[in-house]
């Protein structure tokens, strides 16, 4: 082959890999409102796969939001609302699929393999830039934990924390309201997990963790031998709340929100929350 | 080039030779293909790029893509922090490099001593190399950042980066004690035999002969270890300390945008760059010309 010859391949090739890989355009317009609730029909929604409510979360998932890192068995908080909502939208828990999906790989641009995340995400107007969020179901409060016996343990205060080493997990608003609620003189330590978190409080790297209330709970009951919680973080004027993750321009969005803010109405969220979820017994740091 | 007449038969050398009319055309020849071949491969590369950049730009999540990693509003916004973390990495990487070099260079002499008196050194030094290079960077820095504070013992620091960069150490002296070794051997045996003739003892053979050789040899691949030294520093993060992927990982969760990622990346490569240069200055001044030889 001469070199004239294997240039015009290339050249070729180059152009038929192009139009090959040429992606087909998706009208990435904003969710249309849906204009009555038959427009939220199973059979109307825009679906990943036709039948099948396809769900995502984080590998392990979590006490209390899932139970025995099994999200498909109905148990721990996310995972009943999961299935609230898409009994709402007429699904059999049988249709409801579940995927792994990492807590970063939900809102990397581009398609998404599942219908909607659910992975305790906050939502934020910097975050819904990058993906849609459904309406709350769930208002977070951020809490400190320690161990009985700390420098921190009887502290009452938010000020009286800015001398401790406190640690969070990475990603999360815990992170932020470390930050610019307690606003430590230590450089505070970020781990990829709870878990890890847990185990420097253990080693007594660090003083305390910031933790949504629920995972405090579940932290000092159950992963702690001498777990204490301080106390919650003062009430921001915005609450903090945890909503459904969807790709960018879901159809789907508006209709879980409708599903969503049904199951607040009718007292199914707080149902769900008393059964799953302990918020007594924690303090309120001033 | 060779020389080229201004003009055909323009020139004569002082002994009044001239070229040939045969060789003005074959130099005639020569300089059009110069041309032709420069002006195809300017068009080629021209056209490639073109064809990538209009690829790329022309795709419909370009715009999303672009948003998302190169937004350069929000990687100047980030770039305090980022730079922030990346100056923990590279305190690590200093101190670490220091401690690697040295550890590293011991076990390569460890191990290339002659002589059945030094067998238990020898045996060590192979099975410290085989097990930590094996074992998984991670795990060495889990068990020193987590399993010794969980020891609870009295006296010991407790904070993660001194750990986190005793695995680092532990772990890139494996690495770069089989570089040096490979130097080492590679000195040929020639050099020590002449060394020794001259009176020289094992240990000054070592010192003045063998080892010079050795490292000069092996600079480049060093360089590469240290380059993922760099690198890898950022590990240590799983015990809590912020580095500057860390710090970009933290940004990044705020609005879900990848830029400070690609900020943090850009910071790496600007240190790994003069880094480079550096090292290949050095070698060339103490006279390494690579695997080619010197100039001939």
Redesign the interface.
């Known amino acids: 082959m001469t070199a004239r010859s294997a240039?015009v391949v290339v050249?070729a090739l180059?152009?038929v890999g192009?139009a090959a890989c040429?992606?087909?355009?998706?009208s990435a317009g904003t969710a249309p409102q849906p204009s009555s609730a038959d427009a939220c029909s199973k059979d109307k929604l825009a679906l990943k796969t036709a039948g099948t409510f396809s769900a995502g979360t984080d590998k392990p998932a979590y006490e209390p939001w899932f139970s025995g890192n099994d999200p498909a068995n109905g148990k721990g908080y996310e995972s009943a609302v999961t299935y609230a909502v898409a009994k709402k939208l007429g699904f059999e828990p049988a249709e409801v699929k579940w995927q792994t999906v990492q807590f970063?790989a939900a809102?990397?641009?581009?398609p998404k393999k599942f219908d909607l995340d659910v992975n305790q995400v906050s939502i934020?107007a910097?975050?819904a830039?990058?993906?849609d969020f459904s309406t709350g179901y769930y208002d977070v409060r951020q809490t400190v934990i320690t161990t009985v016996g700390s420098k921190i343990a009887a502290v009452t205060s938010v000020a009286g924390l800015a001398d401790a080493k406190l640690?969070a997990q990475?990603?999360?608003t815990s992170?932020?309201s470390l930050r610019d609620v307690i606003k430590p003189k230590q450089?505070?330590?970020?781990?990829?997990s709870n878990d890890?978190?847990v185990?420097?409080l253990?080693?007594?790297?660090?003083d305390g963790i910031v933790v949504d209330l629920p995972t405090g709970f579940y932290m000092t009951a159950a992963q702690l031998d001498d777990g204490k919680i301080v106390g919650q973080l003062p009430a921001t004027d915005k609450p903090e709340q945890f909503g459904f993750v969807f790709e960018?321009g879901s159809k789907l969005t508006p209709c879980v929100s409708q599903a969503v803010d049904a199951l607040r109405a009718d007292g199914t969220l707080a149902a769900l929350q008393k059964q799953w979820l302990t918020s007594e017994g924690a303090p309120e740091l001033s | 080039m060779s020389r080229e007449p201004e003009m055909p038969g323009g020139y004569a050398e002082p002994d009044g030779w001239r070229p040939s009319a045969v060789q003005l055309e074959r130099l005639a020849y020569r300089r059009r293909q110069t041309v032709r071949s420069g002006a195809i491969a300017g068009i080629s590369t021209v056209v490639l790029l073109a064809l990538v950049v209009f690829g790329v730009g022309s795709t419909p999540g370009w715009p999303r893509v672009r948003a998302t990693f190169f937004d350069f509003h929000r990687g100047w916004e980030a770039l305090p922090v980022v730079a922030q973390g990346l100056w923990l990495n590279v305190r690590v990487m200093l101190v670490c490099a220091v401690l690697i070099v040295i550890f590293g260079l011991t076990l390569a002499i460890m191990r290339t001593l002659r002589g059945p008196i030094f067998f238990p050194f020898r045996i060590f030094a192979a099975a410290y190399t085989d097990i930590f290079r094996g074992l998984p960077l991670l795990l060495v820095i889990f068990l020193l950042g987590f399993g010794v504070p969980a020891l609870q013992l009295r006296g010991l620091p407790n904070q993660a980066v001194i750990w986190g960069g005793a695995a680092l150490v532990l772990t890139y002296s494996s690495y770069v004690a089989e570089v040096f070794r490979a130097g080492i051997e590679s000195i040929h045996p020639s050099q020590r035999a002449a060394a020794r003739s001259l009176g020289l003892s094992h240990r000054q053979t070592l010192r003045f002969v063998v080892l010079p050789q050795a490292v000069r040899r092996v600079l480049p691949p060093l360089l590469n270890d240290f380059v993922s030294l760099q690198k890898d520093s950022g590990l240590i993060a799983v015990l809590g300390v912020i580095d500057a992927i860390r710090a970009a990982q933290l940004e990044t969760a705020e609005d879900f945008n990848f830029t400070p990622y690609v900020v943090a990346g850009l910071l790496f490569v600007a240190l790994t760059i003069p880094l480079t240069r550096l090292t290949d200055w050095v070698a060339r001044r103490q006279g390494w010309y690579g695997a080619g030889g010197g100039a001939v």
């Open positions: 240039l050249a180059a152009v192009l040429a992606p087909e355009e998706d970063n809102f990397a641009p581009g934020s910097d975050r830039k990058a993906v640690g990475v990603g999360t992170y932020t450089q505070p330590a970020v781990f990829d890890l978190a185990q420097a253990k080693n007594k790297q660090i960018k």
